[in-house]
């Protein structure tokens, strides 16, 4: 908790450590009420930092100094200044050996950041500041030490003793304690230290490396977990494989274990050697786990291993180049799971959920650029701007210079920096040697924030039989950001024909025609691009595959979108022209709605998704895409002024009489899929993925029907399933409609039956939170009660909290502002149980710039006051103060 204002820190305040630690040596003594850290810290001046000895300054916060000594000389207290947050001592040589011993309180760390309990084990989460909660150091990325780590505990309760690298000695002491000794031979920053212990089984499996090296692999779980493991052990052998197809990347250490954890407070950590996973990206099987839930153990798996390349090897100079590692490696993560499964169907769930979120975020108060350049808590920066735009950016590189110059430039970039601790600009220095190419333009991604906009009109020339596209660019401003220089912008585009055929694409000056699809960077302000031997008008189909993270506009007519959802030959862009559509149409009611006009749907949405429905030959992970309407958030996102009732109500009334329109072609397409699932074996792949995404989607439109033959579907479905994607689809979807007895009846049942997985009691609260019928609140504060819920576990918080506020607009922005005085009720009670969690719950309140002027000031109020409840965490500090100035 912070006792001042917490201060504003600047990238232009870069310097580099005044001191250097070559080796790190940590003792740590476990108990129930304490323990006790010794660090022995192998230091020297660093070369780089200038002349004489300045006073050393270590980071430490929540330690309790018991002893310090310098080269072995016990120092008092006249000798060294203690703050809240530093120890300060001054050296005498240019080398020298630090000791301090510290105690600390693992069993009362409810912030989940430093070493903390979860259940009934200890375990470490360091990544971004944590470090300094341990021992006194220098918690910053760019200091990179060699780590030896002991650790003593309790035999019986803590037989696991686990840290970074490689186990080297081990034994028993007296009274039932017992200790081991990791050794990591590769420097590291502080953020990537770890250490578990406790009474954990594991699973073990091994990797032979493309240098036939073999690689021990351990996945550690609770007992009860066991028979949970084999998907992600899965997971990461494909990982390892495809990090040395790919890129080259071999692993280094001799063994790889991941440990899965109940409370934490994100999904993972890439900790050299030792990953430590939030339980919910680990554990995996058929009958408690969804499909979503299998593919996101299965890409967090491989996000965190990527990391031992992208990230340790070669690491962040500070924590503004926080993309430089997050960005890459969600990029990496992305192209993986694209080429494990469906990559079309991989890129239209990226990209509708960058520009629900993502955009949402550049919209709002806390925009900041990907390389931010100020920031007052790091945690509040780990943001879908840092991770999601950063990956866009790196894709946009990749789409400039090609696959194989991007090969070239991170085989540069690994082997130019690998041991270093670098920045994004080394990142494209490496691209742009190995490309011989000049990115000085195209980083104004980095350093400008805000979600470009570029409007596009055409000009057809029939007698000169060229065909012109103007493109204009500009951006919003932002929180300190003003004007916007234009930024580089791939576009991919293709011309179609009447009769839907490709063009050949050759722009006015070239001597030939080229491909059919191709890549135009926009550069300029405004922009043309003439295409020449074009015999009649054609249809564009731009920024395919969404080749750059903007705000695209082009007059299209309906008409214009079902042609294109026909014929586009790219399948991004066929679901992009669907979306188009949707959007146009569900506008058209939200005004209807708005001006109490009757609503009527537009029958050309019901003719294009009837085709799209009727079409065996298109992969039905592709119809599930196209039959989803856009999100309440989406709409939300691209409304000037959203209003909560009137989106709700026209997408409501739309998915109505869609469900009347198609209820046949819904209902073979349902009962043939669920048919197939009744009679094969669960299989975590993408046939098997798709057949249960469009089934789910279909009981959900078929359900609105009302109908006793669907109930009865759905109740088969709910009680006879052999697996948690189709149990939890009709369980929501019974949550969701009218049948009060059997709602009650399922969740009675479910909740009865899964009392003791927490994993899937946190979707049986989400699935509750998420119900958008009346009296949403009271069924959440009613929750809150539930045995099962506890504020401490992030899950929990995120499962009930978090999905209320974050999925149920309507529930949340109830017009009275009963939604928000509760979710700030919240907030100023886990301010102080775990400000990480408190911070990024908050979120939803900050974006009261989208609302009308009645919600703004009950947000705003309830913002208030969050602010005056005291004292604050300098998470939620930052996030509530400049919220309220944005
Ligand atoms: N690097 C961690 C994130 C740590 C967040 C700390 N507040 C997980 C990841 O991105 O892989
Ligand atoms: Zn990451």
Known sequence: MRTE???????????????????????????????????????RRNPAAGSGLPPLVLDGQQLELLSVALDDRELSAADYQLSDSHLTLQPTAASFVVDSSVRIHPERNTALEGLYKSGGMFCTQCEAEGFRKITYYLDRPDVMSKFTTTLSAEQHSYPVLLSNGNPIA??????????????????????L?????GDLWCVEDSFTTMSNREVALR?????????KCQHAMDSLKKSMKWDEEVYGR?????????????????????????????????????????????????????????????????????????????????????????????RTVKRIEDVAYLRTHQFAEDAGPMAHPVRPDAFMEISNFYTLTVYEKGSEVVRMIRTLVGAEGFRKGSDLYFARHDGQAVTCDDFIRAMEEANGIDLSQFKRWYSQAGTPRLAVSEHYDAAARTYSLSFQQSCPPSPGQGDKLPFVIPVE?????????????????????????????????????????????????LLRGFSAPVKLSFPYSRDQLMFLMQHDSDGFNRWEAGQQLSVQVLQELIGQHQRGEPQVLDQRLVTALRSVLADEQLDQAMVAEMLSLPGEAYLTEISAVADVEAIHAAREFARQQLSAALFDLLWVRYQANRELSRGTAYIAEAEHFARRSLQNIALSYLMLSGKAEVLAACLEQFESADNMTERLTALAVLVNSPFEAEKAAALASFADFFKDNPLVMDQWFSVQAACALPGALQRVEQLMQHPAFTLKNPNKVRALIGAFAGQNLQGFHQADGSGYRFLADQVIVLNALNPQIASRLLAPLTRWGKYDGARQQLMKAELQRILASGELSSDVFEVVSKSLVG
């Open 493 to 541: 585009l293709g011309l179609i024909s009447a009769q839907g055929q490709a063009l050949a694409l050759r722009l006015q000056g070239e001597a030939q025609a080229g491909a059919t699809s191709r890549v135009f960077a926009i550069d300029q302000a405004e922009q043309v691009l003439t295409f020449v031997d074009i015999a009649e008008q054609p249809l564009p189909s």
């Open 170 to 191: 081990s034994g028993s002491e007296e009274g039932g304690r017992h200790w081991a000794t990791w050794e990591d031979p590769f420097m590291k920053p502080a953020y």
């Open 5 to 43: 204002q917490p201060k504003m820190i600047y990238l232009k305040d870069y310097q580099v450590p005044e001191y250097l630690i070559d080796e790190t040596h940590l003792t740590f003594e476990l108990f129930e009420d304490h323990s006790l850290v010794h660090a022995q810290l192998v230091m």
């Open 250 to 342: 071999e692993y280094d250490l001799d063994i790889f274990m991941i440990v899965a954890v109940n409370d934490f407070n994100m999904g993972a950590m890439e900790n050299k050697g030792l990953n430590i996973f939030n339980s919910s990206c680990v554990l995996a099987r058929a009958e408690t786990a969804t499909d979503a839930a299998h593919q996101r153990v299965e890409a967090v798996v491989a996000h965190e291993y990527f990391h031992n390349w992208s990230g340790n090897r070669v690491t962040c100079r500070d924590w503004f180049q926080l993309s430089l590692k997050e960005g890459f490696t969600v990029f990496r993560d992305a192209e993986f799971s694209a080429d494990m499964h469906s």
């Open 193 to 197: 230290f770890a250490l578990v212990a």
């Open 219 to 227: 996945i550690y779980v609770e007992p009860e977990n066991i028979d």
